[in-house]
């Protein structure tokens, strides 16, 4: 089943007299999807947790959860449950009795609860580890565990509170992975936590990137990556070059005393605006067939890529990723299609940008 499930409209939260923590915020969440409240410390991610929760009531605003105002309903009347970043598990009590603590405090039947911990159990690939204390289980499986008793209830939203955070980077991997496919499995809407971009970009539907109390931009991570709205979510999702320029007419930008072809427009003549160009998006050439020229100036080996910082004669720093070797003092040159230059408008709001990508979709549209 479809929908929004849950949304805000002009949601404010504020404590005593300190600046609001969220200001005006509204969106929906829409069933079924798995949703990432992306930002850094502080800017608001969790305190829409704790509201959708019912942890914590709006200052000002409405929520609504299957279309009804439950701004003054008490979280234990929601049909959410949260799994929190320490997992909130109780160490006396082993696997079994942990999944099926919120069914006892509901006094159900004692074959209904063990039908449903066996249930959940097997969806989080835990079955055979019942009696085990949580002392004997590794951060993976005690996060596994914490699911486990969060979808016993049957909500119909889980909540994440960046439960990743304390494992090491390889668990990490792979917890998102069994993350990404219960989610799918249960069909259930996810709204995970999260300061890390790329945990963001390989599990949502749909990001919000949130700053400073405010929602910078929403859209799936592919939107966001290769759409940024503004300088901050370009710098804050994934690595970018960002360096001032000058629109001069619809496809055509100048930048760094240079005019280029580009796949932008709506904007006004001469306007000034900046622009992003993502470091894989750069290839090594010589200096002659570059379209920029520029001086290694560093290298690291990162693995998989060589991430090489160039400067130009501007002196604007430039990031490459790119499986050529290069050498700490040569001349180069940067190449990079018109699709890899995008273009932000200073100031821009979300809706503003929304119709200006409409109107080059229909642009594009009427042209093939």
């Given at each position: 089943m479809s929908g929004t499930i849950i949304?805000?409209?002009?949601?404010?939260?504020?404590?005593?007299?300190?600046?609001?923590?969220?200001?005006?915020?509204?969106?929906?969440?829409?069933?079924?999807?798995?949703?990432?409240?992306?930002?850094?410390?502080?800017?608001?991610?969790?305190?829409?947790?704790?509201?959708i929760a019912g942890f914590t009531n709006p200052s000002k605003g409405k929520i609504y959860f299957d279309g009804k105002l439950v701004n003054n309903v008490e979280a234990n009347k929601r049909q959410?449950?949260?799994?929190?970043?320490?997992?909130?598990?109780?160490?006396?009590?082993?696997?079994?009795?942990?999944?099926?603590?919120?069914?006892?405090?509901?006094?159900?039947?004692?074959?209904?609860?063990?039908?449903?911990?066996?249930?959940?159990?097997?969806?989080?690939?835990?079955?055979?580890?019942?009696?085990?204390?949580?002392?004997?289980?590794?951060?993976?499986?005690?996060?596994?565990?914490?699911?486990?008793?969060?979808?016993?209830?049957?909500?119909?939203?889980?909540?994440?509170?960046?439960?990743?955070?304390?494992?090491?980077?390889?668990?990490?991997?792979?917890?998102q992975y069994e993350l990404r496919e219960l989610q799918r499995r249960l069909g259930i809407t996810f709204i995970f936590v999260t300061h890390d971009q790329e945990e963001a970009l390989a599990m949502s539907d749909?990001?919000?990137?949130?700053?400073?109390?405010?929602?910078?931009?929403?859209?799936?991570?592919?939107?966001?990556?290769?759409?940024?709205?503004?300088?901050?979510?370009?710098?804050?999702?994934g690595e970018?070059?960002?360096?001032?320029?000058?629109?001069?007419?619809?496809?055509?930008?100048?930048?760094?005393?240079?005019?280029?072809?580009?796949?932008?427009?709506?904007?006004?003549?001469?306007?000034?605006?900046?622009i992003v160009i993502r470091p894989e998006d750069l290839?090594?050439?010589?200096?002659?067939q570059g379209k920029l020229q520029v001086t290694v100036d560093s290298q690291l080996f990162r693995g998989v890529h060589y991430e090489i910082c160039c400067l130009d004669e501007a002196g604007n720093e430039w990031l490459v990723h790119s499986t050529k070797k290069a050498v700490v003092g040569d001349p180069i040159g940067l190449h990079f299609e018109p699709e890899a230059i995008h273009v932000m408008r200073l100031g821009e709001t979300e809706e503003e940008f929304d119709k200006r990508l409409e109107a080059y979709g229909e642009e594009r549209n009427a042209t093939n």
């Amino acid at each position: 089943m479809s929908g929004t499930i849950i949304r805000f409209e002009n949601v404010t939260k504020q404590f005593d007299q300190d600046p609001a923590v969220l200001k005006d915020v509204s969106f929906e969440i829409e069933r079924g999807k798995f949703y990432t409240l992306l930002g850094p410390s502080g800017c608001g991610k969790t305190t829409i947790l704790r509201l959708i929760a019912g942890f914590t009531n709006p200052s000002k605003g409405k929520i609504y959860f299957d279309g009804k105002l439950v701004n003054n309903v008490e979280a234990n009347k929601r049909q959410v449950n949260t799994v929190f970043q320490d997992y909130a598990l109780f160490p006396h009590l082993n696997v079994f009795e942990n999944v099926a603590f919120g069914l006892r405090i509901k006094k159900m039947k004692k074959e209904d609860i063990e039908k449903k911990v066996s249930e959940a159990l097997r969806f989080v690939n835990l079955v055979g580890y019942e009696k085990r204390q949580m002392k004997e289980m590794s951060g993976g499986q005690r996060q596994r565990v914490a699911i486990a008793r969060a979808i016993v209830n049957e909500p119909e939203v889980i909540l994440l509170d960046e439960p990743l955070s304390a494992l090491d980077l390889k668990l990490r991997t792979e917890m998102q992975y069994e993350l990404r496919e219960l989610q799918r499995r249960l069909g259930i809407t996810f709204i995970f936590v999260t300061h890390d971009q790329e945990e963001a970009l390989a599990m949502s539907d749909e990001i919000f990137v949130l700053n400073k109390g405010k929602i910078e931009q929403s859209g799936t991570p592919t939107d966001i990556y290769d759409e940024p709205i503004n300088r901050f979510v370009a710098d804050f999702i994934g690595e970018s070059n960002i360096v001032s320029g000058k629109m001069l007419t619809d496809f055509q930008v100048e930048f760094v005393g240079k005019e280029f072809e580009c796949v932008d427009q709506g904007f006004d003549t001469d306007e000034t605006v900046e622009i992003v160009i993502r470091p894989e998006d750069l290839e090594i050439t010589s200096p002659e067939q570059g379209k920029l020229q520029v001086t290694v100036d560093s290298q690291l080996f990162r693995g998989v890529h060589y991430e090489i910082c160039c400067l130009d004669e501007a002196g604007n720093e430039w990031l490459v990723h790119s499986t050529k070797k290069a050498v700490v003092g040569d001349p180069i040159g940067l190449h990079f299609e018109p699709e890899a230059i995008h273009v932000m408008r200073l100031g821009e709001t979300e809706e503003e940008f929304d119709k200006r990508l409409e109107a080059y979709g229909e642009e594009r549209n009427a042209t093939n």
